[in-house]
């Protein structure tokens, strides 16, 4: 069975600073989605980035980008330029492409200090 | 467009009675999910659907029924809460992967239920 680790229940990053949320998971796949959300106070669900297992480069978006090691079955997320509005629960989450299903890590609580 | 929505945000009941939670979409997404969230664990997976009409297990379905009669609802049914059951729940939906469409899960905002 698939599972999602994600090792750090809780990060803190100074305003502006660089931090990286480390997450590994489980599969026998091949081809697979790789996920970060982002879930502020306000419960609210965002996705912040996602991973095609086939593509070899990493994926970015805007001060979000993420570090994909399949071998290692390793799919970091970097945050840059962190800001206040960062601080949330962040889940890092896989899916089979044949399947449906979306498997979620426990998440890290990730505090943004001014 | 209003995306995911979620009725009630809010509930609390006694062991023992029952409740409807309601999702619906409007963006003629395939497939929804239910997940419930408790602290330390995440989401997990209670019911999905990929199609009207039709439902499937996730990882914790005990004390849960779904229903999926129109394609832009989803209902979670709880025939007899228990205390065990007080969590957030969240609907999720997205495309099929076999629309050639971005399969990326789309959130509702979440039901806090408390059961007493």
């Known amino acids: 069975a698939q599972t999602v680790t994600q090792s750090q229940p809780e990060m803190s990053v100074q305003e502006a600073e660089t931090v990286t949320l480390s997450c590994t998971y489980d599969t026998s796949e091949s081809d697979y989605y790789l996920f970060w959300y982002k879930q502020p106070p306000s419960r609210q669900m965002i996705l912040v980035i996602r991973?095609?297992?086939?593509?070899?480069q990493n994926a970015t978006e805007n001060r979000f980008s993420v570090n994909f090691q399949k071998a290692a079955k390793s799919f970091s997320l970097k945050i840059s330029d962190s800001q206040l509005g960062d601080a949330a629960m962040y889940f890092c989450a896989y899916r089979k492409t044949s399947y449906d299903k979306v498997i979620f890590g426990p998440g890290t609580s990730l505090s943004v200090i001014p | 467009n209003a995306g995911v929505t979620q009725t009630p945000k809010f509930r609390v009941l006694k062991t023992g009675q029952s409740m409807t939670l309601l999702c619906a979409q409007d963006?003629?997404?395939?497939?929804m999910y239910w997940y419930r969230q408790d602290p330390g664990m995440g989401l997990r997976l209670i019911h999905y659907?990929?199609?009207?009409?039709?439902?499937a297990k996730g990882e914790v379905p005990d004390g849960y029924n779904v229903s999926r009669l129109k394609k832009q609802n989803f209902l979670l049914g709880l025939e007899s809460a228990a205390p065990s059951q007080t969590s957030v729940y969240f609907c999720?939906?997205?495309?099929?992967?076999?629309?050639?469409?971005?399969?990326?899960?789309?959130f509702g905002p979440g039901t806090r239920l408390l059961v007493l």
């Open positions: 991973q095609e297992a086939y593509k070899q």
């Open positions: 963006m003629n997404h395939e497939y």
């Open positions: 999720a939906s997205s495309y099929s992967i076999s629309s050639g469409k971005q399969e990326t899960q789309y």
């Open positions: 659907s990929v199609g009207e009409g039709t439902t």
